[in-house]
C-alpha cells in the first residue's frame, strides 16, 4: 500500500481525463477523476458530438431541394429549432452516462466537484472541501473560448458554448472567426435558414489549410449565400434600439444582426486550479508546459489534451492518455505521436485533409509535383447543384512520398481519415497508381489522377 489515498487522480473528465482514469482503473489502480460540470468534456457535451448532429440537420433543406432533380416531390417542410436541442440534448445524456459507466465499471470513483491543486500530491474537492493525496495526478481541464475580452461589447456576444443551447434560433447572425468553429457553424446556421456573415482578419479563411481547400470552400459558402468579409475585423458590439446587435468593423462598416458569435480560438483552462501551489509551470498562453511523455516540471503531476495546447483535437487527448497509460503503468515509454494528424472541417462540403499544404511542402521540400483535381460529383449531375469537389495530392519528386492530400466535397472527412493511414505507412505516389479504383465513386479519382497537374521547384511553378 502507498500512503496516497489513490494511486491516480485526474482532474477533468473530457476525453483524455476519461481515457486515462478509465484505463488506469481497468489495471487495478485506486482512480479518482473529478469534473465540475459533466462528464464527456467539451467533444461530447458542447463540441464535436452536437455539432455533428447539427452538422446533420442543416443538411436537409439542401437533400429536400436535389430531391426533386431524382424524381421525388417533397411536401412542404419546415424547420423546429428546439425539437433539435431536445433530441440533441438526449442523446448528449446517453453519451454522458456511457462516459460514467465506463469509469465506474473499472472501479473508478467518480467526483462530482471541481477540484484544485493544493501541492504536489494534495488535491482539494472543493464542493465538500475534503483533502486527499494521490501518487500521481493528471490535468485533462481542457480549453475555453477565447472570450476577447478586449472588445467593447463582448459580453453581448455568444461562443460555441451557447450557440448549442439558444432559447430560439436566430434570424440573423455574424461570426468572428475564420478557423475551424467559425466555418463549421457558418454553415449550420446558413443550412438551417438564418441569414449568415462570416467576419475574418485574414486574406481567406483557415489559415492553416491548402490554399485550394480555403478557396473552394470560400467559394461554395457565396454560393450557398452565406456572406464573407476578409481582412476585417469587429471594433465594437453594441445593443440596437430596435432590438439585436449593432457591430461597428474596423473598416468603418456597420452591421446589424440578432446574434454575434465569437469563434477566435480556444484558451487552455488553467485558471484558479492551484497549478501554482503545486508548482506546474505554465507557458505565455497559459498553457501546462509537459515534455514528451505528457509530464510537468513536476515529476508526478501529468497534462493532457487542450490544457497542453499541443494539437486541440479529440483524438489526440486521447491517445495522449493512452500514451501516458503505456508510460507510467505498462512499463513501456511511449511518446505520443502528432506527426500526420488527419482532420476535417464539417463544414459544408466538408474539408479533409492529412500531411502538408502545397505551401507548406514547398518551404520542405525542393521539387514537388502536385495532383489536382475538380470535378462536378456524380450526386449533384441530376439534382442540379453547382457543387464542385476538389482532390490534391502532394508529392515529394524526390521521394515520390505523398507528403499531403487534401479533399473538399461531400464526406472528406471519411476519405482523410482512410488517406492518414496510407500516409501514415509512407505511401507513395506509385503505390497510389497501382491501386485498382472504385467505379463508380468520387474517391477513385484520389487514384486516377496518373499526370501532374503542375510541378514546384524552390516553391515556385515550372513548366515541363
Ligand atoms: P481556430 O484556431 O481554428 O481558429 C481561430 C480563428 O480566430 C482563426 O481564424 C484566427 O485567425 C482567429 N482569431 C484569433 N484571434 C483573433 C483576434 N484577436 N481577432 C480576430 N481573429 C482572431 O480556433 P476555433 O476557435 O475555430 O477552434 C478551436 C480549436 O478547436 C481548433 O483549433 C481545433 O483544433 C478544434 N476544433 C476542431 C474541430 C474539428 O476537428 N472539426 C471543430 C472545432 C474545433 P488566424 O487564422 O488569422 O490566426
Known amino acids: ?137 493528471i490535468i485533462a481541464t481542457g480549453g475555453t473560448p477565447n472570450p476577447h475580452a478586449s472588445l467593447p461589447g463582448h459580453e453581448f456576444c455568444i461562443s460555441s458554448n451557447e450557440a448549442f443551447d439558444l432559447p430560439e434560433l436566430p434570424r440573423s447572425i455574424l461570426i468572428a472567426g475564420g478557423g475551424y468553429i467559425a466555418v463549421e457553424f457558418a454553415n449550420i446556421f446558413h443550412g438551417l435558414g438564418v441569414e449568415t456573415t462570416l467576419i475574418y482578419r485574414g486574406k481567406e479563411i483557415l489559415s492553416r489549410f491548402d490554399q485550394d481547400m480555403r478557396q473552394g470552400l470560400h467559394t461554395a459558402m457565396i454560393e450557398k449565400g452565406i456572406r464573407i468579409i476578409l481582412t476585417d475585423v469587429i471594433e465594437e458590439v453594441t445593443k440596437a434600439v430596435a432590438g439585436g446587435l449593432s457591430v461597428k468593423t474596423m473598416s468603418g462598416e456597420t452591421l446589424a444582426a440578432d446574434t454575434v458569435m465569437l469563434a477566435l480560438g480556444r484558451d487552455p483552462n488553467t485558471l484558479g486550479l492551484g497549478l501554482e501551489a503545486a508548482g506546474v509551470q505554465l507557458d505565455q498562453r497559459g498553457a501546462i508546459v509537459v515534455d514528451k511523455y505528457s509530464r510537468t516540471n513536476v515529476p508526478n503531476i501529468f497534462a493532457l489534451g487542450d490544457v497542453t495546447n499541443r494539437v486541440q483535437l479529440t483524438p489526440v487527448a486521447i491517445h495522449e492518455a493512452m500514451c501516458f497509460i ?139
Open 326 to 464: 503505456e508510460t507510467e503503468y505498462k512499463n513501456n515509454p511511449t511518446a505520443p505521436d502528432h506527426d500526420l494528424i488527419a482532420t476535417a472541417v464539417f463544414s459544408q462540403p466538408e474539408v479533409g485533409t492529412v500531411g502538408l499544404s502545397e505551401e507548406e511542402a514547398a518551404k520542405r521540400y525542393p521539387e514537388l509535383e502536385i495532383y489536382r483535381s475538380e470535378f462536378r460529383p456524380m450526386k449533384a449531375t441530376l439534382s442540379g447543384r453547382s457543387e464542385k469537389m476538389i482532390m490534391k495530392l502532394v508529392v515529394d519528386t524526390a521521394s515520390r512520398k505523398v507528403v499531403g492530400t487534401h479533399i473538399l466535397g461531400q464526406d472528406a472527412g471519411e476519405m482523410a481519415q482512410l488517406m492518414g493511414i496510407s500516409l501514415k505507412a509512407g505511401v507513395t505516389k506509385d503505390d497510389f497508381d497501382r491501386t485498382m479504383a472504385i467505379h463508380p465513386t468520387a474517391s477513385e479519382e484520389l487514384v486516377t489522377m496518373y499526370s501532374p497537374s503542375y510541378r514546384l521547384k524552390n516553391g515556385d511553378r515550372v513548366r515541363d
Open 1 to 137: 500500500m502507498t500512503e496516497y489515498d489513490y494511486d491516480l487522480f485526474v482532474i477533468g473528465g473530457g476525453s483524455g481525463g476519461v481515457r486515462a482514469g478509465r484505463v488506469a482503473a481497468s489495471l487495478g489502480k485506486r482512480v479518482a477523476v473529478a469534473e465540475e460540470y459533466r462528464f464527456g468534456g467539451t467533444c461530447v457535451i458542447r463540441g464535436c458530438v452536437p455539432k455533428k448532429l447539427f452538422v446533420y440537420a442543416s443538411q436537409y433543406n439542401e437533400h429536400f431541394e436535389d430531391a426533386a432533380g431524382y424524381g421525388w416531390a417533397v411536401g412542404e417542410s419546415s424547420f423546429d429549432w428546439n425539437k433539435l436541442t431536445a433530441a440533441k440534448d438526449k442523446e448528449i445524456g446517453r453519451l454522458e452516462g456511457l462516459y460514467r459507466k465506463g469509469l465506474e465499471n473499472n472501479g473508478a470513483e467518480i467526483i462530482a466537484s471541481r477540484a484544485e491543486l493544493m501541492g504536489p500530491h494534495t488535491i482539494r474537492i472543493i464542493n465538500t472541501g475534503r483533502t486527499v493525496t494521490a501518487e500521481k495526478i
